[in-house]
Every structure is written in C-alpha cells, then in structure tokens.
C-alpha cells in the first residue's frame, strides 16, 4: 500500500526555523514526483513546490520560491519542507502528495503549522 | 500564468440530485493535465478524476468529468450524503501547478 507519513503539528514563535518531513512507503520513492501543498485556515488549496527524488530537480511556485527549501533524503524515502525564518502568516496545514507529474494521487495527513508571538 | 476559476462557489442540493461543477481556465489547457480532487472537513484531499475524465482508483462512476479547451466540468449524477464535501480543479502547464478555489456541496 503506498502510504505517505507526516511529522506532527508543530507550535513556534515567529522568526524560528523549522523543517517538517513526509516518510513515504509502498512504492519505488524515485520514480514519482513528491509535493507540497498549502492550506491556510478555511482557504483553498496552494500548490507550493515539486520535486523528483531520483535527481533532486525541484521546481517551486513563483509565490514560495525563496520562501521555503524543498528537500528529500533517498536512503529514507523522505521530503522535507524548510523554512529558515517563520511568519505567523506560515500558519497553516501542509500536505504532502506524491504522483505521476502532472497529478498526486496520494497524500499525506496533513501538517498543522502554528506560528504564534 | 493560468488562473482556474470554480462555480458555483456553493451547490446545495438533495440526495439523488445532479450536481454539475464548472471549471473554467484562464487560457487553454490540455485535456491530460486537468484533475480533480474532494476533500472532507478534517481530512487530505483525494484524487477524483485525472486527465479530465479518467477515474481514479475506487472512484464510484457516479463522479464523471468532462470537458476541453477553457471549460471543463465534474458531473455527480445522483448525490450521495457521503459526497458532502469541497471540490477542486487542478492544472498542470510546464512545472506549474494551479488549483481552482473550490466549490462546496452541501446536501440538504
């Protein structure tokens, strides 16, 4: 079964750094997309970034380039999402997704970041 | 960059009715890159349709989609209470991928 796995929610003051991770499971990790995707309290859905384990090619949003660093480790299966200095406007759920290129079929459970003074 | 705008915003309708959700593209697209995914209160999304019309894995056949160029749609043919839930459009065009903003079905 292809199962993606997401780090716990997550409490910190703004200014903090922070890196959330994505274990995934059941399948060839290489070989697909792996992406992340934003929801703020009661908004839509924001695609953030993409990137192929097999080579490391990462293409992010014009609206998170330089915002966040998208990474994965290979000998674990694993993505991460980074940020070096939070805002309390980070405050949101983070999925992560995996697919073919051009769509995710499988998800993670979701991420709650909250950035709080 | 392509914009993909939902309506209506909200569908409310009964059981056993047809919900009829638009999806219209600031430019067009190809019909292989246009999906849609349902999301619950509380939970992931999951993937719906891909390629406009291809069902995912252990989608029930009374989700369909259709459509081409700039209009694309997701028809739900007899509404269950179960299908309560936000509907997104998704695109993808060179490394980029856009969501719509969603429309919610309610079930009266």
């Known amino acids: 079964e292809v199962q993606l796995v997401q780090s716990g929610a997550e409490v910190k003051r703004p200014g903090e750094s922070l890196k959330i991770f994505c274990k995934a499971s059941g399948y060839s990790f290489t070989n697909y997309w792996f992406g992340w995707v934003r929801q703020m309290p009661g908004k839509g859905l924001e695609w953030m970034g993409i990137i192929y384990p097999g080579d490391s090619d990462t293409r992010y949003s014009p609206s998170f380039e330089g915002q966040v660093t998208i990474s994965v480790d290979k000998s674990i299966s694993t993505a991460y999402l980074q940020w070096r200095s939070l805002k309390a406007s980070d405050s949101a759920i983070y999925y992560c997704?995996?697919?073919?290129?051009?769509?995710?079929?499988?998800w993670g459970q979701g991420t709650l970041v909250t950035v709080s003074p | 960059e392509i914009v993909l705008t939902q309506s209506p915003g909200t569908l409310s309708l009964s059981p056993g009715e047809r919900g009829t959700l638009s999806c219209r593209a600031s430019?067009?697209?190809?019909?292989?890159?246009l999906a849609w995914y349902q999301q619950k209160p509380g939970q992931a999304p999951r993937l719906l349709i891909y390629g406009t019309s291809r069902r995912a894995t252990g989608i029930p056949d009374r989700f369909s989609g259709s459509g081409s160029g700039t209009d694309f749609t997701l028809t739900i043919s007899r509404l269950e209470p179960e299908d309560s839930a936000v509907y997104y459009c998704q695109n993808y065009v060179t490394s980029i991928f856009t969501f719509g903003g969603g429309t919610k079905v309610e079930i009266k």
């Open positions: 997704a995996t697919g073919p290129q051009v769509y995710f079929d499988t």
């Open positions: 430019q067009t697209i190809s019909t292989s890159y």
